[in-house]
């Protein structure tokens, strides 16, 4: 029987360790390949599998810190030039670098992520709602989850859930990233601090209840190479809003609500549908139940299987 080995890379400053512990690591232990699942080395000694979540820093580098978009755009470009396969994790993600880089199809594979089997409906209702509670959430929400940065679009859903007046309340759940997310000026200004709740960074364990006693999940992101909430809170036969950007039609197929994110009209009115209308939110419950049972890690594993053949 075969037994994984672990290495951790020492500095825990990732640029340092990324850039010099990983290739000397590599060249010690007799690696023939290794896999790159989110930014390579900027020199590497063996040949690599690198993987691509999306191009939003090349193509929306105003979403990120400045130094960070650079170190980023710099490495994925490395990347895509030296890897001798590309695993994006859409359709969509592997037309985003055919189209930026020119590289061939055969250099690239389509792996899309999975969900975890503990997303699930739940099995004990009163339970899940219980742990949502003790978050400090009282009646029926809406839920974002997810980093709250300025291309996940918060601002325009905040003011059209101020459109919409519905009786739940809107749940925003995740880190605040960044000085441009638009979330506390538009909180507000439109006087929501009693209607949107912001609880910012929840551990593992909060997520599922979270999912499973929500409305719906609202997730109008302006850019995702994948979008694993989608599919998450699909899991959970939590009904979904999503939006017309980038990979997320792709991923949300005919199981969402999706809306235009420039549009805070769009949004309203995708909004309003699933909150008053019960019968499409448990036709779209029935429908993500089906779609998420399509992105399994069993699946993603075999993928990635192929592109490591390739390289080998």
Known sequence: MCYPIYRILQPPVRPLSIALTLPAMLVRDGVQFFHSTFTPPPWAPKPYVFTVH??????HPEYFDPLTAMRLNALIKIGIRRARQIVCVSNTTREDVQEAFGVPLERMIVTYNGVGPEFTP???????????????IRGEYILY??????????????????RVKPDAQLVLAGREQGAATGIS??????????????????????????????RFFAFPSLWEGFGIPVIEAMACGTPVLTSTAT?????????????D????????????RLDLNQSLRQQLRSKGLQRARQFTWENCARHTLEAYRRTA
């Open 185 to 214: 000026e538009a909180v507000e200004r439109l006087g929501l601090r009693d209607r949107v709740i912001r609880l910012g960074y929840v551990p593992s364990t909060a997520r599922l209840p979270l999912y499973q006693c929500a």
């Open 247 to 259: 990979s997320l039609p792709e991923i949300a197929g005919d199981a969402a609500v999706i809306v």
């Open 122 to 136: 739940p099995s004990d209702p009163a339970g899940a709602r219980a742990q949502v509670d003790a978050l400090g």
């Open 145 to 162: 989850l997810g980093k709250q940065q300025a291309h996940k679009n918060l601002a325009r859903l905040i003011e059209a859930y101020h």
């Open 54 to 59: 999306c191009l939003s820093s090349l193509r």
């Open 261 to 272: 994110p420039l549009s805070i009209d769009s949004i309203a009115e995708g909004v309003a």
